[in-house]
Each structure stands twice: as structure tokens, then as C-alpha cells.
């Protein structure tokens, strides 16, 4: 079992930055591939990105490329989200997820274990 805690959410205006952090309990974090979904009011969940077990490897939904970056230490089971140039559609609950294939998923299914979520929303 892996419990993730998101933190680091908050308000916003557009054009800043916000970097959201997932901590992992378990001994495995080291062999799980990293995701972060998004939820926008009204709106089903979504994928954001994804990087792999050893973190060669990443995924971003085209409306984030080039803004966004997912890393994670794997010696401090963590993983985070650093968000540059927010916009207002950028405005959701972002959910950290835990996949035990170790790929760098960008399908809702494909992961195990979520955490609760944390708000972000960005002003215009």
C-alpha cells in the first residue's frame, strides 16, 4: 500500500509559478512510475504528467509542454510538479497518482494509488 500526500497548491495569478510536491510512504517508490492528474470544476480528470520508475523518462499533456516539469528522489520519495506560466485553464484540483508498472502512464487507469489532491487556482 503507498499513501501520497500533495501539498504546495494555492492561488495565483497567471504568468507565475507554482511548484506542487507529492511525498510517498512505502519502501517501492523507487520502482513506481509518477502521475499527476488534474480536475477542473465540471470537468472529468485529466492527465498532466507522468515520469518513469528512474525518471528517464517523462510525458506532458500538449497544453502543458514546455511549462511544466516533473522530477522526483527517489532517496526522499518524492515527486514534484514545477509550474511556470500559469494560465486561468490551468485552475484545477492536481492529484498525484502512483503507478506499480514503473511506465510513465498517461492513462487514469493505468495507476494504482492517488492522493487527495491539492487546489490551484490561477487569477487573471
Known amino acids: 500500500q503507498v499513501q501520497l500526500v500533495e501539498s504546495g497548491g494555492g492561488l495565483v495569478q497567471a504568468g507565475g509559478s507554482l511548484r506542487l510536491s507529492c511525498a510517498a510512504s512505502?519502501?517501492?517508490?523507487?520502482?513506481?512510475?509518477m502521475g499527476w492528474f488534474r480536475q477542473a470544476p465540471g470537468k472529468e480528470r485529466e492527465f498532466v504528467a507522468a515520469?518513469?520508475?528512474?525518471?528517464?523518462?517523462?510525458n506532458y499533456r500538449d497544453s502543458v509542454k514546455g511549462r511544466v516539469i516533473i522530477s522526483r528522489e527517489n532517496a526522499k520519495n518524492t515527486v514534484s510538479l514545477q509550474m511556470n506560466s500559469l494560465k486561468p485553464e490551468d485552475t484545477a484540483i492536481y492529484y498525484c497518482?502512483?503507478?506499480?508498472?514503473?511506465?510513465?502512464?498517461?492513462?487514469?487507469?493505468?495507476?494504482?494509488?492517488w492522493g487527495q489532491g491539492t487546489q490551484v487556482t490561477v487569477s487573471s
Open positions: 512505502g519502501r517501492s517508490f523507487g520502482t513506481y512510475a
Open positions: 515520469i518513469n520508475w528512474s525518471g528517464s523518462v517523462t
Open positions: 497518482a502512483a503507478d506499480r508498472g514503473g511506465r510513465a502512464a498517461t492513462r487514469e487507469y493505468e495507476y494504482d494509488y
